[in-house]
């Protein structure tokens, strides 16, 4: 491919003055921050055209088998510091993070009980690809803080590492000719599928957690799907590209990189990946700094986020993550996943006229608030924790034992799962089914105060759900009927 | 048995193994991907063939260029271009840059106020986000800049001595 250099129609740069102003200013550095001056490389092409190169010329070229002018020539990628090693760094930070995001994402899906009722299935088309699922539990109270924390904290950090790793293998998509074989043309679909998926899965991920829903469906479905389709070429691509990550690893020191200064940084050298320029311009910055360029954007990103999902004083180090400040101040002064105007709730709705009903088979009691307050209140310290990935540390809820309350609906032993409904017009999460496990468990509550206080309207005055690691959206406010033992 | 492995090389490219789990995972993909695509297909598969490209043909570009243009304006330290080989200026604007712009291209829709009901929906302040990233840029700039001057004044340090013995 180094031949292609000194084809007639392609020559090198040779000493014409456009040639030389180009290269003193398109020294590409690199860095995922620094696009070393790849657009330099498209001097040879306006050489070529200068030499009179017609289209005809141009058309022997690429029926010859060279690649025509432009990016799909290898010279035209000029950082020294692309290369496999440095593409396989990434690369491993990914291999271990996806993974990590795919099984927490997948642990997301589960904790919503989707198998348990059709209100709680944000997907219901999902076929076999729910497989997997299982009664989520409510011990300890804050696994889905911790799950859903790591996986939108860790998709944020990892952002500048994808970034990087695409920008390490540009070559490879611009590789000539565009399909070798039938094995390489497939190849390419997978990757089509591997990096639409990766990004797709980043974007629709990142535009939700901001609710800048701008995305073209439902995010459960878009993301849901989007993952499973991602993962099948992840697998493709990591049997076959880790040993081949495993060997360039290991052609460097990382120790010996990292003393390595931009003035001594060399290009690896050239291998079968095509990744290594060979025409290298001189480097403008060290594979440490790029290393640590990307690693800094992962640590900065890291600080202006990770406190939305850790709460207490930490909270405001999240400058620019959504749930970094406090809504206000008092008992009531915690993180509000959706206000009670936004969902349309009316005064009368949650007023002296409210009634909460409490059914089972063959029972219905409808009570007052002040009658469920006169029911043994009990104590729970509980988070909320959302699928965006913010939560708040334990709030001191009370109010009446769920369990309690299917007693009372003709269920004294064992409690059955519960169907919760709210007063909320319509929205996706008005309804949902909790499992006999979360309904059993003694910290959950249909909880009346919090910290002291009555409910406000925005966190479900005059009653809400309050379960051990529930989902944030599960723990229905507003709550006005119950009905035990019938999923929806 | 290994001559067949061998002739199928010749003419797929890979081994049978490759053609298996490709063939495997483009199943799973299409299984996944009906239900996908099910709703506003084209919208979806428009957002997915863009996820592929956005960054490899849109972002790339982009910051290809920019970096290119500042490495024009920025002269090195010994007076010559800025990406003369040692470096120079420009990983001082490069490094910090970069974080900004990243915090802004993962942050944008709360920073640039893309989010109309925001503040309904969570009752919290909107207008927080812009001013939060320009702080950061600034602090950003400014901690490259310190690193800049301790190293130029450890770089004239070194010089002197050997000013000196001369």
Redesign the interface.
């Known amino acids: 491919m180094d031949a292609e250099e000194s084809r007639p129609d392609a020559p090198p740069p040779v000493p014409d003055g456009s040639t030389r102003e180009v290269n003193a200013a398109a020294e590409p550095g690199s860095g995922p921050a620094d696009p070393r001056g790849e657009v330099h490389g498209s001097t040879p092409t306006r050489q070529g055209e200068k030499a009179e190169e017609s289209k005809v010329g141009r058309l022997k070229a690429v029926l010859a088998g060279g690649p025509p002018p432009g990016p799909t020539r290898p010279g035209f990628w000029r950082s020294p510091i692309r290369g496999p090693w440095l593409t396989s760094v990434f690369g491993l930070v990914l291999l271990i993070g996806i993974p990590v995001m795919f099984v927490t994402g997948l642990l997301s899906y589960a904790a919503y009980n989707p198998d348990l009722a059709a209100v709680n299935d944000q997907t219901p088309d999902k076929g076999w690809l729910g497989f997997y699922l299982f009664s989520w539990p409510t011990d300890p109270s804050w696994l889905y803080r911790l799950t859903q924390g790591v996986h939108v904290t860790l998709g944020v950090v990892l952002v500048p590492v994808l970034l990087a790793k695409l920008w390490s293998v540009i070559p490879r998509l611009f590789s000539w000719p565009p399909v070798r074989s039938v094995a390489h043309a497939v190849e390419r679909l997978s990757l089509l599928l591997l990096v639409g998926g990766a990004l797709f899965e980043f974007v629709t991920g990142l535009l939700n957690v901001q609710l800048h829903y701008i995305f073209p469906g439902s995010f459960y479905t878009l993301h849901f799907y989007g993952a499973w389709v991602f993962i099948g070429a992840f697998v493709v691509h990591i049997t076959f590209r880790v040993p081949v990550m495993v060997r360039a690893l290991r052609s460097r020191r990382l120790r010996t990189e990292l003393r390595t200064d931009t003035a001594a940084t060399v290009p690896e050298p050239p291998d079968a990946t095509g990744l290594v320029s060979p025409r290298p311009a001189p480097a403008t910055i060290s594979r440490r700094g790029a290393l640590g360029t990307v690693g800094l954007g992962s640590l900065v990103l890291f600080a202006v986020t990770a406190g939305q999902s850790i709460g207490g004083s930490l909270r405001r180090t999240a400058l620019l993550a959504p749930h970094g400040q406090e809504p206000g101040s008092g008992p009531n002064g915690f993180q509000i996943n959706k206000t009670a105007a936004s969902v349309g709730i009316r005064a009368t709705d949650i007023g002296p006229q409210w009634r909460l009903v409490v059914r089972g088979p063959g029972h219905e009691s409808i009570l007052t608030r002040e009658q469920v307050l006169a029911l043994p209140q009990h104590e729970a310290a509980l988070p909320i924790a959302c699928v965006e990935g913010w939560s708040t540390a334990d709030q001191h809820w009370s109010g009446v034992r769920l369990r309690d309350l299917a007693a009372m609906a003709g269920f004294p032993g064992q409690a059955p799962e519960v169907f919760v409904e709210s007063v909320e017009r319509g929205g996706s999460f008005g309804s949902t089914v909790l499992r006999a496990n979360q309904v059993q468990d003694p910290r959950s509550l249909l909880a009346l105060r919090v910290n002291g206080a009555d409910l406000s309207p925005d966190h479900g005055y005059p009653a809400r759900i309050i379960v051990p690691a529930n989902p944030g959206v599960h723990n229905t406010k507003w709550v006005t009927r119950l009905t035990f033992g019938a999923a929806s | 048995m290994s001559r067949l492995p061998s002739g199928f090389r010749a ?4 081994s049978p193994l ?2 298996l ?2 063939l ?3 199943a ?2 299409l ?3 009906v ?2 695509l ?3 297909t084209v ?2 598969a ?4 863009a ?2 490209l ?3 043909l849109v ?3 982009l ?6 243009a ?3 304006l920025l002269p090195g330290r010994d007076g010559g ?8 200026w ?2 001082y604007v ?2 910090p ?3 900004s ?3 802004l ?3 944008y ?3 640039l106020r ?2 109309p ?2 503040q ?6 909107p207008g ?2 812009l001013g ?2 320009l702080l ?1 840029t600034a602090a ?1 700039f400014a901690g490259s800049a310190l690193c800049l001057l301790v190293s130029t004044v450890r770089a004239a340090r070194q010089r002197q001595p050997r000013a000196r013995k001369r």
């Open positions: 003419r797929y490219g890979a490759h053609l789990l490709v495997c995972s483009f799973l993909a299984y996944a991907g239900r996908l099910k709703g506003d919208g979806v428009v957002w997915f063939v996820a592929a956005v960054h490899d972002l790339l570009p910051y290809t260029v920019t970096d290119r500042l490495q024009l271009s800025g990406a003369r080989a040692g470096g120079g420009i990983n490069r490094v840059g970069f974080v712009l990243l915090l291209v993962v942050w829709p709360l920073i893309r989010v009901g925001f309904l929906t969570t009752g919290l302040a927080t986000f939060h990233w950061i950003l």
